[in-house]
């Protein structure tokens, strides 16, 4: 199995794109410990089987600093190190325009999207290099490479994950560290589908697609790419 025994975080790990990571990963042999506010549905751990005793929660802020140290320090502690990061916690708000966006729905967002990569990456960081080792995928979006009408705030902060990417990944490479992005189109989820009930379901990125892909980037098979955005878009 490709990630037998790697010891993994993921950010979001309960939500729709999340819990598809974590799945793919504990089946690839992976223990997991997953960082949200909520828990793991207890439909999603038992599809997991025996393979459940490999997944752990803690409960995180992952817009909060101390949170996030308290996160890696606990995830250590219980898996015995920190191997791989993915950031997958994130949001998407629609609209309005830009001389109507609030400096809340702003904040959100640039908090929601980009500090919490920041975030989870700094405070991974120690562990990866203390072991010479690491593997940090994160979750960007299309978005990220052009500005769209209505979406300047989503845009940006998916943006900032590219550039963000693409500085760790120089500033660690000595270490045996990789740091990659993915960068989905539409995600076929039940929250997009109620959203755009008129939209073409079969052309959006399945959950479990993007997660091959982004499980495939902290497998050894991925381990020359660094410093990437991975575009995952299917047909949308």
């Not at 009408?149 to 660690?172: F, R």
Request: charged residues 20%; glycine residues 8%; hydrophobic residues 45%.
């Amino acid at each position: 199995m490709e990630m037998d025994a790697k010891k993994v975080v993921v950010t979001g790990g309960s939500g729709a794109i999340g819990c598809a990571v974590v799945r793919r990963l504990i089946e690839e042999g992976a223990v997991v410990t997953v960082a949200d506010l909520m828990e793991p549905r207890s439909v999603d751990v038992l599809l997991l089987g025996d393979r459940a005793a490999n997944l752990h929660f803690h409960s995180t802020d992952v817009t909060n600093e101390a949170s996030v140290s308290a996160l890696m320090a606990k995830a250590s502690a219980s898996m015995g190190g920190i191997q791989v990061l993915f950031n997958v916690a994130g949001g998407f708000r629609f609209g309005p325009v830009l001389d109507e966006t609030t400096e809340a729905d702003w904040d959100y967002l640039m908090q929601l999207n980009l500090k919490s990569v920041f975030l989870t990456i700094k405070h991974a960081l120690p562990y990866m290099k203390q072991q010479n080792y690491g593997r940090i995928v994160s979750v960007a979006a299309r978005s990220g490479l052009k500005g769209d009408a209505m979406v300047a705030p989503y845009a940006v902060s998916k943006g900032g994950v590219i550039l963000l990417t693409q500085s760790v990944s120089d500033e660690v490479k000595e270490y045996d560290i990789t740091v990659n992005c993915v960068m989905p189109s539409i995600v076929d989820t039940l929250v997009n589908r109620e959203a755009m009930r008129d939209g073409a379901f079969d052309t959006w990125v399945a959950p479990t697609d993007l997660a091959d892909v982004m499980v495939f980037l902290a497998s050894d098979r991925g381990k020359a790419i660094t410093g990437a955005a991975i575009p995952v878009y299917n047909r949308a």
